[in-house]
Each structure stands twice: as structure tokens, then as C-alpha cells.
């Protein structure tokens, strides 16, 4: 995932020598389905994640 994020990063012209910080919104971090466990996770855990997962990719939420 972080070799995709820097080469589509060079490709487009963007990548300079520095610091990156990456993450869920660029798809280095992220969360695995529920597979088969949809059905024990309550809706409103799932609806949670999903709220904290797009605050995330917003950069609601610093993860230090």
C-alpha cells in the first residue's frame, strides 16, 4: 500500500524528498470486513466504525 501511494504520488509529479504522513485516507490503514461475523456485530458498532473510519480520512482524528 505505501509503494502504491508513492508511486502513483511520482507518477502524477507530486513526490518530493520528504516526510509523508500517511494513512486511511490514502489506504495504508484500514479496517477488515466482518467476513462471516456480519451478523454478530451489532449495526450500531458497525455504524460507529464507519463514522470513525471516515473521520479518519477527513483528519478529524490524529493517531500519534
Known sequence: MAYN???QT???GGFTQSIYRIGTKEGLIFFSPYHD???HVPQDVRD???EVIAELEAGNITIL
Open 10 to 12: 511520482y507518477i502524477e
Open 5 to 7: 501511494f508513492a508511486y
Open 37 to 39: 461475523f456480519e451478523d
Open 48 to 50: 460507529r466504525m464507519a
